[in-house]
Every structure is written in C-alpha cells, then in structure tokens.
C-alpha cells in the first residue's frame, strides 16, 4: 500500500529563495507531522495538525517558515528567505489517529534540502 | 539541545556480538519509542514502551523502559549487518515526540 511520499527528495536552493516542501500522508490519517533533521542529529518537531488544524507550530523556528494542510490531506512546508542554516532533511509523518505519544508515525522518506 | 541523551553515539561491532544503547534524560515520558533509520529514508518505528519498568521483546531486540520512565535501553543480541543503521528513541510530550540524536550502529560481517 501506499505510504507517507514527499517531494521532490531533494531541493537545492540558492539563499534567499522561497521554498515549497510537499508531503502526501497515508489516506485517512487524521495526524501530520513536520520534523527537521540536521546532519547527525535526531529529528526536531516543527508542527503538527489534527485534520485541517495547526495545533502545535511550537517548534518552527522562525516566522520565514509556514506549514499549511488546507483540506486535511496533502500538506506543505513553506520557507520564505532561505538561509543556509536552513539546510537540513525535512520529514513528514502521519498517523491514523490523534497524537498522543502511543500512535505509530509513518514517516515519508524526507526532502534533502540544500541551500547555498 | 536535545531534551533525551542517547549512548554511545556510534558503534562498530562484529556479527554475533551483542550489544545495548541507551537513551537518558531527566525529563518524564508518556511513553517513549524506538526507531530505526536507514539512509535517505524516515525513520520506522520499532516499538512503544508505556509503563515504568516494562520490557518488550522483538525477536533479538528487547526494549526495557526506566521505573520513573525517563530512561530506556535497547539491546541487540548476536548483531547481525543487517541491523546496521541509527537507533533513534523518542519520548512524547503533548502532541510531539522529542528526539534523541541517535546510535549509529555497524556489524560488520
């Protein structure tokens, strides 16, 4: 079956851009989650929704980044102005019911993001 | 900085050795999971410890959970290269789960 699919896997941008990061969860996952993961490190939590709602951004970590899931299916990361502290493997995850710690995260393989 | 601590951070052992990692912190879990990741992949989930105390077992890998749930441990008996790849542990908090920065793990044939 289909899993959690992202695009595109890899993004190389120059600083300054704007970028748009593209995650298809598992159908009928109520949960989205975005993590960031720098090289040689665990993932960090970015946001999470429930459905179509934002319910956590604590963990974006500056207002250059938006994440939007409009219709509660397909969601997006969205960051403006890059900088090349930026750089780092953008992870999507999705699970079939609402977080609370138990759930299985089905994690995409991630978009690999470069910018120079 | 991140919130769990996990030991050691790299690790290069032989085929048939056994082998434990662990993840520290001093902040208490709901829960906490293990995972496992492989390169230009997510990470997948190996299991979900709930109760202080606990032990789980997947085939060579058993999982043990602190009494106070601030602490786990994973421990792989006669490692195989197929086990090769970074051990992360999570522990969640609210709506998010909290991320070690991992083991990663060689056998070596």
């Known amino acids: 079956g289909a899993g959690v699919s992202q695009s595109p896997r890899y993004k190389v941008a120059k600083r300054g851009q704007d970028v748009a990061l593209r995650c298809d969860p598992i159908s009928g996952h109520v949960s989205l989650f975005w993590y960031q993961q720098a090289l040689g490190q665990g993932p960090e939590f970015l946001t999470y929704f429930q459905n179509e709602a934002q319910l956590d951004k604590s963990g974006l970590p500056s207002d250059r980044f938006f994440a939007e899931r409009p219709e509660g299916s397909v969601s997006t990361l969205k960051i403006q102005r890059t900088q090349q502290e930026d750089s780092a493997v953008y992870l999507c995850?999705?699970?079939?019911?609402?977080?609370?710690?138990?759930?299985?995260?089905?994690f995409g393989p991630g978009t690999r993001l470069l910018v120079l | 900085t991140q919130l769990l601590e996990q030991s050691p951070q790299f690790l290069s052992i032989q085929e048939g050795e056994n082998l434990t990692v662990y993840c520290n912190s001093s902040s208490v879990f709901s829960s906490l999971q293990w995972y496992r990741q492989e390169p230009g992949e997510g990470p997948v989930l190996l299991v979900t410890v709930v109760t202080g105390g606990e032990v789980k077992k997947l085939k060579r890998l058993t999982f043990q959970f602190g009494d106070a749930r601030k602490d786990s441990s994973l421990h792989i008996t006669a490692a195989q290269p197929g086990d090769t790849g970074l051990y992360l542990c999570a522990g969640a908090l609210r709506n998010d789960m909290r991320f070690g920065a991992g083991t990663r793990l060689t056998v070596k044939p």
């Open positions: 995850a999705s699970s079939l019911v609402v977080a609370g710690g138990q759930e299985t995260q089905y």
